[in-house]
Each structure stands twice: as structure tokens, then as C-alpha cells.
């Protein structure tokens, strides 16, 4: 079956918004294709005229690091992420939950910027992205701007960027400071050809002495038509001891505010609800963990 | 010139394999031919409706497309394998009457011809029906309910299949019971998922025979099925298997083989079709899902008295092989034990879901899924090891069966039983105690492992009365000495790896070295019927054929004929079916028996199931080919993971919610065991081709069973259902207070 007629390999991003404006909304960006072909050939999105590639533009494909901040390109692969070392120590959650997207094959193209423009209710690497408080650089109507991540999603599949004429181009966010930590898990198979029943990603701030947590945040997914943080329960943390105890409310606290829903063959409600809780014991702590261990940003 | 183990018993490297690796084997949808046609076919949209009107103008309309096809132009419009109770195409105008209603999804309604693949998949959707919906019923228990709809005119209550087996006096055998247990068993549907999707081509051959190119199990049959839909004889009708990618009983009902026929026919030119992954898994067979309630009793030492069972089987919407899947779920539900009063009744019943049919083990697996954890449960009861228990009651070459008579001779599950205990290293034994080996200590805490046994039998070959049947051919080149062996013999290699053990049997049976035999096969027009690649028959079988054929063909070699050609039908020793009002019957001459024990890891939280190691013990009778022995038991082995702990396919309302690889999951390589062990044991059986019996469906029989029963030794727990899902497994444990916090 034939998906395209004209396939173009970009090599900036002028260039990409120029074919996405000669082409009025008959091309469309394709990363690694590992959302887009499926989907069109299996019949839920039409082939398409023109495809543009933006795999092979230099800005899109790296991995920056500036002093505490992490600046990473959309076209970054799910294994590069996982294979980065400053990532590893700086944003741990992220590196989680990419290094269990697919398989390696579905790794070794797939991109973060794919994963969050396709605005699934549960991408991994978006789920990380939110707990971490990402921007997106993307580039709307022709003007370049940095937005708060949680404002690209709009409803299931449904992303503030029309791929037919904008372009998201990069990430930012802080990278972890002693007494910051983040973990992300999921419930699956190992196997990972699909999308997760349930993921939850946690970062945490902790105070001087590790004692109390200071700040939280928590994206458990999918719990809605799109991501979301579970703010009751980041506020409820701030200023607890890092105790069992407070774990256990913060566990009770989640599974009274999100109200998961039964998919047709992924998971029911119930099983998700209980997920809640067991995701939530793990990565909880796990963030807790390394916060205690992070050491200095150096200037390298 | 004896060459007793010289051609036999080696790991030969099994035929075509370098070709399959490197992608230059050829298989149906690889096939192209000049000015061919391509087809794509319109499936029902609904599960029970009467087609009123069928409007193809649009669709013949369409730019390319040169023909649209519907019930008025298929001759005999009726296929089955067993009873032709299925339309080939569903609407008005048909030569059979009641062909105008859809009974489910996987009918198929209208075929579009085109020039091009792309034309013909945008004029399907073109073509206008308008149905008239009929009351759908998925549930078989509300099938056999009088105010049911009934699917099929002359079906009574839906009940396509019913057996019976009333052998012993069952109320004496309840008053000798000490300890009774009891269980309701829950198996789902299985798709078949081959690497291969369904595909073909058609086009009349220079003899100008219908010829259909397809991957299938059984080239004569799928000729017969051809034949008979296009009221053609035979000999018009040739049916040739490139290679095969995967069969496991999915490829032995029609998909692509009577329409592409017919449209090449009509048309005059070649026909090709591939069908996508939602088309496979929408249009072809499932396996049986089957409900049993089963009751067994045994004496305070360990003896089974009595056993009652009531097997449900769902066979969708047409007959398929029901009746005797069913019926192979019928003999087994007591299992390889001797009880002396039993009782059990087997219904296999029509529904709007898609179809059920073969799928390896034949209706085996679901019958030892209840079997055996009856077992595992009146070992826990009794308070007696489950190895030892089984022991105390396995069917040996002197014990009757619930069906009234023996099994054939050579009856090994005792040795199969203790042999694999102590080979894999999970049990031990001292004199007649056994003792399970404690696992290794899971890493965690949420996490616990267990191990566990489960056993089983399977029949050899085509049975209850059929009088199964296999021809071969060999011919010998050469004069003073034998150069060249040709053996025909039309046995698909599906992807076992048949034709090498074919070859490697002609060369025994000739005396020559494998190198000098060729295999031909696969072609209706040189070979005679060889039956199908079903039932763990081919090698057993076609090896009795080969070796009558052989002995026919240097008999004439002795008298100097050049080439030697001998021609053998095998016959296999007679079997019944069972008697309607007791079941009594001798249903199989020959038999494969395995057992297996497995080291499971579960996640008590989250429902996680990880199979750590399964050894799986086989008597085999002889080894033709020991590689291809293992590669059967590991292929095996991870089906049934799939089945047992993965594969859930999700229908409501008789649709298929997940048609989808990405959603209906299936084993990768990361979820299959990390060790699986063959355990190859060779008791000859008498009537076996060097004493060889059947394999293949033995791995896949007692894994579901034997993973309950290492879930129970890991958490105390009995799962009477798969797929075990995550969510069931966490829903049955939180029921016990198992992974609260
Ligand atoms: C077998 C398999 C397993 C998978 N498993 C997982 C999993 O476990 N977890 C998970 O989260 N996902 C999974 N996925 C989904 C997918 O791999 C990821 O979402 C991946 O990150 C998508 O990235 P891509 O580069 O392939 O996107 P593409 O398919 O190239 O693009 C996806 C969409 O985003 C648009 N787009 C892409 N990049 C940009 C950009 N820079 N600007 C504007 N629009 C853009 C495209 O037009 C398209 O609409 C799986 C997919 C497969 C095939």
C-alpha cells in the first residue's frame, strides 16, 4: 500500500517550515514513523501527499546541557536518552521511562518529540517530560516560542501543534540539584509493544538535612483524556517528613483524586486504581533515594 | 547395508533453512506473476443480520477495478471441512439456501478484482449492503437456551456437538470417595498469529487447472474444497504450497483458497491476494474457548474413584472441525488417568463469534488445563505429593479408560512422568515419596516464585473412525548403484520442518546418504494424498508411507527396473467413534505423552507472571531429528506461555475489539522462559516408523496447568482461568489478602 507520494529529508528548520508552507497542510513532519506509519496503515489517518523528515536536522538531534538546565532536541532517540550519562544522573525519570518504550528496534528511531506531538494519555517519555516541568520550543503560525509541556495536550491524539504546519523543536527543563531525585515505572509486560496499562513518574525536592520534602511533582498516566499532574497529592507532600507514613497518605490521598477509566483491552478501572497505589510505592521512595545522593552540577 | 542411526537420529540441518534466514524463500505473498490481478475481499460488518441488497455499482465503477464478485456467482456456495455449513460468500441470490445471513464477522461478503492492490481496497468499502440485523448471541449458555436464535436450521438449541461418556457406576464411585474437589475451568479463544498472514494467487495453469498457490496443511484437501464450491471435478482444480510461514491448525479451513479460484476462473488471468494482520486475525479460526465444570473424587491413598465432568465448548459460527476438536476434549477432560466410574458430557455449540477450530492440541489443552489442576488440587487435599499422585494413577499398558478400552501398546507415561520429575532437577525422590525442590529465593519481597507439574496425552493422527491414510512415492536413479533418491510425499511442512524428516526417513529406509534424496511436495499434481499437517501425524504417518514405498521400490530395483519406482498407501490401525449413549470407543492407534514441570515467578503487587524455566519431557519414540524435536518443544512451550499468561482477545457483541498485534499481545523474546529444557525420551512405539510417535502438540498441552500449579505453590492460590492477565491473577490474590500492604 502506498502511504506517500513525495518524501523530503529536511536539513533545518527553515527549511521545514518552508515545505510545510508551500504544501498548505498536504505534508506532514515524520520523526521516527513509529506513531505515524502505524497509524496510517492500519487506516486512522489517510495516506499522506507529502512527508517531511526532520530526523537529519542537526539543532533537532542534540543533547545540551547548560549549567542546571537540560536543553534536548525532538528529534533525540529514545535509546540516546537512555544511553545518556548526564541524563542518567540528571533527569533519571526520563532516562526510565524511554530506556522501556517499545523495543530496541521502536528505541533506536523513535524520538521524544514524536512521543509528546502524538499527545497520548500515556507516553512514556511525556510522562517523565510533565513530572520533570518541561517547555516545548515549538514553532505556532510561524511564531517561535517556548509553552509550559501540559499545554500541548488538548485531548487523546490531539496535540496543540498541527504537524501539517508547525514544528516542535526542543526541551527544557531543570536538571536534577542535590536533594533532587526523580523514578518512573510502569505496569506492563517487558515486552513493551504497546503502550503501558499504567506509568508514573515522581520528582521530589527534599529539604537541607533530606528530612521533609519541599517540593513534588507526579504524572501518573493514563488517568484522563490527557497527561496531567496529580497536584492534590504534590501539595499534600510539600513540607511532610519523607516517612512511610507520609507515603501511605500520599498513596490513599492518589487513589481517592484519580479515577482511572476501563479501557477495551488494556486494563479495567479497578486493577488501574489498585496500580495507583503500587506505582506510587515504588517510585515514591525511589525518588526519595537518589534525591539524598545527587551531587552538585559542575561546571564540566 | 544396514544404516540403522546413520541417517535418523541426527541433527541433520533441516531443508530450506539458509534460504528462510536470508529472506529468499519464497512464500505465497512473495509471488508474482505477469498481468496479474489483485483481489481484496469485503467481510461482514456485522455478527448476524440477512443480507436484503447488495449494491456493487459504485465499487465496479471505481477506476481499475474489473470485477466485483457476491453469492450469485460462486456455484456451490458451501464450504466446511467436516460438514458445509459455511457460504463461501453471504447475500441474496445464492444456489444455497439461507446463504443470504451473516452468522459473524469472519464471513465474507463480496470480492473486489482490480488491476491494482490500491484500487481494490478503495472500491471494497464502495460496495453498498444492506442488512437486516438478526438477534446476536455470544454466550453459549444463553445458546442452548430455547428462546435462543437459532444459526442454523436443522441445529436444535445451537448444539452442533454432543458426546456422552457413562462408564463405572458413578454413585458408587462418589460413596468410595474420601476426598472429592471441584472446579469450574475457564479457557479463552487463541489466534493462531503465523508470521505469514493469509495470501495466494490463482490462475489457470498450461493444463488449465484452477490452480491456487496458498500456504496451507493439506494440499488435497484444500483441492476437494475448491473443487466442490466451483462444481468442478478434481483433477481441474491444482493446489501448490510454497513455503509456509506457520500454520498450527489456522491454515486448515478455507480463507483466500475458493474466492481467488473463482475469480481466476471468471477471469481468465491471475489473482493475488495478501491479507493484512487485522484481516488474519478477523478471518480465520480461533481456539475453542471452553468452560468445564469438573468434579473428581479419590480414595484417602491417592486412588481416583470417580470423575465428572460437563465441557462447553464455543464453536463460533460454523462447524470447522467442532465435533472433533470436541471430541479430543472429551476423551482427555478425565486425563491419562484410570477411573474406574466416570461420567462427562461434551457439547460444542454454535454462536456469532468468529468461528473456532484447529489450533495445536486440538481441544487437548483446554481438557488438561481442568484435568490436571484437578490433580494439583487432590494432591493438596489428600495431602500427597502431585508427582506421586499421579504415579499412583496413571494409564499404563494394561489399564481401561474412561471410554472402555486400553491404549494402544507401549504406554510410557509413568517413565515420562518420573524421568522428567528427576531430569529437571524440580523434584527428587526417594523410593516411591517425592518431594518438590524448593525454588530459589525470589530477589524481592512483592515478588514470589513456585514450581509446579502438570502432564498430559495426545492423540497420534486422524481417529474416531476415520481410517487415516498416508501415500508416498519413491523413486530410484541409478545403475549399479542407487545415485539419486526422489521421494514424493505431499505433507506440508508448515515450518516443523517435515520434509526433512522425510528425507532423512527415505534415506534410511533406501539405505543411501540424506544428500542423495529429494523431497517433492506440496503440489496436487504430482503427489498423491498424504493428509494433512495436523494431529502431530506427519512424521509418523508419512514415515510408515515412506517406508512402504521404499521396500515397494527396491523390490523392483532387485528386479532391475531403472528407475525403481514403488507406490505405498499406509493404513493406519482402525479406530471408533464414540458409542452416542456411553462414549465406549476405540477412539486412536497411537499416542504422544509428556509431562512438565516449570518455575514461575510472580509479582504479587502488580500480577506480573514470569515463567522462569520449563523443562518438558517427551517420549518421542524415536528421534528422527533431535534439533527439530527441540524446536518443536521451545515453539511449543512459548505458544502455551502465550496462552496462559498473555494472550487475551477481547470480543463483545461477537466484533474482535483488538485485531492487532500491538494490542492482542503474543510472546517476544523477552517475555519467553529463560531456560526451556528438552527432555527427549525414546520408547519406541511398535507401530511407529522406527518406533517414532508424534511431538508436536505435546509441549503445548500441560504448560497453562503446570504454571497454576506453580502460581499455587507460590501463593497459595488456585487460578481456574487463562489467560492469567495481571489483573485476574491481582484480583484473585487481593480476594485472599495476598499484595495489601
Ligand atoms: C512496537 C511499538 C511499541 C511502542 N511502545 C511504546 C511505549 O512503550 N511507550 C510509548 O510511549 N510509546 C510507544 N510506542 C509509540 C512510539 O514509538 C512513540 O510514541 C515514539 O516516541 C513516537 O516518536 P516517532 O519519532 O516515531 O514519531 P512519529 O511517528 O514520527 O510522529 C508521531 C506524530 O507526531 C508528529 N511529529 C513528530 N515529531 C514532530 C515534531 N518535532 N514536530 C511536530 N510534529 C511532530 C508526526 O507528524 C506524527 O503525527 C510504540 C510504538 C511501536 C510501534
Known amino acids: ?300 | 547395508m544396514t544404516s540403522q542411526d546413520v541417517n535418523i537420529g541426527r541433527n541433520i540441518r533441516r531443508m530450506g533453512a539458509v534460504e528462510k534466514v536470508t529472506g529468499e524463500a519464497l512464500y505465497p505473498g512473495d509471488i508474482d506473476l505477469k498481468n496479474q490481478l489483485w483481489m481484496k475481499i469485503r467481510f461482514s460488518d456485522r455478527a448476524h443480520a440477512r443480507i436484503t441488497a447488495i449494491d456493487t455499482r459504485q465499487a465496479e465503477a471505481h477506476p481499475g477495478v474489473v470485477a466485483v464478485f457476491t453469492a450469485a456467482d460462486v456455484p456451490v456456495n458451501e464450504y466446511g471441512l467436516l460438514i458445509p455449513d459455511q457460504p463461501v460468500l453471504c447475500g441474496p441470490g445464492s444456489s444455497k439456501p439461507g446463504a443470504d445471513i451473516v452468522r459473524c464477522i469472519s464471513d465474507q461478503v463480496a470480492v473486489v478484482v482490480a488491476e491494482t492492490e490500491q484500487a481494490a481496497a478503495a472500491a471494497v468499502y464502495l460496495i453498498d449492503i444492506t442488512y437486516e440485523d438478526l438477534p446476536v448471541v455470544t454466550d453459549v449458555f444463553a445458546a442452548m437456551a430455547d428462546s435462543a436464535p437459532q444459526l442454523h436450521a436443522e441445529v436444535e438449541n445451537n448444539i452442533q456437538t454432543h458426546y456422552r461418556i457413562r462408564h463405572g457406576d458413578i454413585e458408587q464411585g462418589w460413596a468410595q470417595a474420601d476426598v472429592i474437589v471441584e472446579g469450574e475451568y475457564i479457557t479463552g479463544h487463541q489466534e493462531h498469529a503465523y508470521l505469514q498472514p493469509e495470501a495466494g494467487l490463482s490462475y489457470l495453469d498450461d493444463e488449465g487447472r484452477v490452480t491456487v498457490v496458498v500456504a496451507g496443511q493439506w494440499v488435497h484437501e484444500d483441492q476437494e474444497q475448491v473443487a466442490h464450491a466451483l462444481g468442478l471435478e478434481h483433477d481441474q482444480v491444482r493446489v501448490i504450497y510454497p513455503n509456509i510461514g506457520g500454520a498450527f491448525g489456522g491454515r486448515e479451513d478455507m480463507s483466500v483458497q475458493i474466492v481467488l479460484g473463482l475469480a481466476a476462473k471468471k477471469l481468465q488471468r491471475p489473482v493475488k491476494i495478501i491479507w493484512s494482520r487485522e484481516e488474519s486475525i478477523i478471518g480465520h479460526h480461533k481456539r475453542h474457548p471452553i468452560t468445564i465444570h469438573a468434579r473428581w473424587g479419590a480414595t484417602r491413598d491417592g486412588k481416583l474413584v470417580a470423575a465428572e465432568a460437563e465441557v462447553f465448548g464455543d464453536a463460533g459460527a460454523y462447524a470447522y472441525t467442532t465435533p472433533k476438536v470436541m471430541g479430543n476434549a472429551h476423551l482427555m477432560v478425565c486425563g491419562p488417568y484410570e477411573i474406574p466410574n466416570a461420567k462427562v458430557d461434551t457439547y460444542g455449540v454454535y454462536t456469532n463469534n468468529v468461528p473456532s477450530g484447529a489450533f495445536r492440541g486440538f481441544g487437548g489443552p483446554q481438557a488438561a488445563f481442568a484435568a490436571e489442576c484437578q490433580m494439583n488440587k487432590l494432591a493438596e487435599a489428600l495431602g500427597m505429593d502431585p508427582v506421586e499422585l499421579r504415579l499412583r494413577n496413571v494409564l499404563r499398558d494394561d489399564s481401561v479408560m474412561v471410554v472402555g478400552t486400553p491404549l494402544p501398546p507401549g504406554v510410557t507415561l509413568d517413565r515420562v512422568l518420573a524421568e522428567g520429575a528427576v531430569e529437571s532437577g524440580f523434584w527428587q525422590r526417594s523410593g516411591d515419596r517425592w518431594q518438590r525442590v524448593p525454588p530459589n529465593p525470589a530477589p524481592d519481597s512483592t515478588r514470589r516464585r513456585g514450581t509446579g507439574v502438570a502432564m498430559g496425552f495426545k492423540n497420534i493422527g486422524f481417529s474416531f473412525g476415520y481410517q487415516e491414510n498416508s501415500w508416498a512415492e519413491i523413486e530410484l536413479h541409478g545403475q549399479a548403484q542407487i545415485e539419486r533418491v526422489v521421494v514424493r510425499q505431499a505433507g506440508a511442512d508448515v515450518g516443523q520442518g517435515a520434509h526433512t524428516a522425510f528425507q532423512q526417513m527415505a534415506a534410511e529406509a533406501v539405505g543411501v546418504p540424506v544428500e542423495k534424496v529429494e523431497v517433492v511436495s506440496h503440489d496436487t499434481a504430482f503427489t498423491g494424498n498424504s493428509g494433512s499437517a495436523s494431529a502431530s501425524r506427519m512424521t509418523f504417518m508419512a514415515g510408515n508411507a515412506i517406508r512402504g514405498a521404499a521396500e515397494a521400490a527396491l523390490e523392483k530395483w532387485t528386479q532391475e527396473d531403472r528407475p525403481a519406482i514403488g507406490t505405498y498407501t499406509y493404513l493406519a490401525p482402525k479406530t471408533s467413534p464414540f458409542d452416542p449413549e456411553t462414549g465406549q470407543a476405540t477412539p486412536n492407534f497411537a499416542y504422544g505423552y509428556v509431562a512438565q514441570f516449570v518455575e514461575v515467578e510472580v509479582d504479587v503487587e502488580t500480577g506480573q507472571v514470569e515463567v522462569l524455566r520449563v523443562s518438558s519431557a517427551h517420549d518421542v519414540g524415536k528421534a528422527i531429528n533431535p534439533r527439530l524435536i527441540e524446536g518443536q518443544v521451545e515453539g511449543g512451550v512459548v505458544q502455551a506461555l502465550g496462552y496462559a499468561v498473555m494472550e487475551n482477545l477481547v470480543t463483545r457483541d461477537g466484533m474482535i475489539l483488538n485485531p492487532y498485534l500491538s494490542t492482542y499481545l503474543i510472546p517476544t523474546v523477552w517475555d519467553i522462559p529463560h531456560e526451556v529444557q528438552s527432555i527427549i525420551l525414546e520408547y519406541a512405539d511398535p507401530r511407529g516408523p522406527w518406533g517414532a510417535r508424534g511431538m508436536a502438540e505435546m509441549p503445548y498441552i500441560p504448560l497453562a496447568p503446570a504454571i497454576a500449579s506453580a502460581l499455587h505453590d507460590a501463593t497459595g492460590v488456585w487460578f481456574d482461568r487463562v489467560p492469567l492477565t495481571p489483573e485476574t491473577i491481582v484480583m484473585k490474590l487481593r480476594e485472599h489478602g495476598i499484595g495489601v500492604i
Not at chain 1, 502506498?2 to 521545514?16: C, G, I, K, M, P
Not at chain 1, 522501556?100 to 502524538?118: D, L, S, Y
Not at chain 1, 515486552?191 to 538535612?209: E, H, K, T
Request: glycine share 8%; proline share 6%; hydrophobic share 40%.
Open chain 1, 1 to 300: 500500500m502506498q502511504l506517500w507520494n513525495r518524501y523530503f529529508l529536511a536539513s533545518s528548520v527553515d527549511e521545514t517550515l518552508e515545505l510545510l508552507l508551500q504544501y498548505d497542510g498536504q505534508a506532514r513532519i515524520i520523526a521516527g514513523g513509529t506513531d505515524l506509519l502505524i497509524e496510517m496503515r492500519e487506516g486512522h489517518r489517510p495516506p499522506q501527499p507529502v512527508l517531511v523528515d526532520i530526523t537529519a536536522i542537526p539543532a533537532l538531534t542534540t543533547i545540551e546541557q547548560d549549567n542546571d538546565q537540560i536543553i534536548l532536541g525532538a528529534c533525540v532517540t529514545h535509546a540516546r536518552i537512555t544511553h545518556s550519562t548526564a541524563l542518567q544522573k540528571r533527569a533519571t525519570c526520563l532516562v526510565e521511562s524511554c530506556g522501556v518504550v517499545g523495543g530496541p528496534q521502536v528505541r533506536n528511531v523513535g524520538t521524544i518529540g514524536g512521543n509528546v506531538a502524538h499527545a497520548l494519555p500515556a507516553g512514556d517519555g511525556t510522562t517523565s517530560l510533565v513530572a520533570l516541568d518541561a517547555e516545548a520550543e515549538v514553532v505556532i503560525d510561524g511564531e517561535r516560542h517556548w509553552r509550559p509541556i501540559l499545554e500541548l495536550f488538548q485531548g487523546p491524539g490531539v496535540s496543540l501543534l498541527d504537524s501539517t504546519r508547525d514544528l516542535l523543536v526542543r526541551f527544557r527543563f531543570q536538571a536534577h540539584q542535590p536533594h533532587e531525585g526523580s523514578a518512573f515505572d510502569r505496569i506492563m509486560r517487558p515486552q513493551g509493544v504497546a503502550l503501558p496499562i499504567l506509568g508514573c513518574a515522581v520528582w521530589v525536592r527534599l529539604n537541607a538535612d533530606n528530612s521533609h520534602y519541599e517540593a513534588a511533582r507526579i504524572c501518573i498516566a493514563p488517568v484522563g483524556p490527557t497527561p496531567r499532574r496529580i497536584t492534590a497529592v504534590e501539595n499534600m507532600l510539600a513540607g511532610c517528613p519523607a516517612t512511610e507514613d507520609t507515603l501511605e497518605a500520599a498513596v490513599a490521598l492518589a487513589q481517592e483524586v484519580i479515577k482511572p477509566r476501563t479501557s477495551k483491552y488494556r486494563a479495567t478501572a479497578p486493577y488501574r486504581s489498585e496500580m495507583v497505589a503500587v506505582l506510587l510505592r515504588r517510585a515514591l521512595p525511589a525518588a526519595v533515594e537518589r534525591a539524598k545522593t545527587t551531587m552538585p552540577v559542575t561546571s564540566q
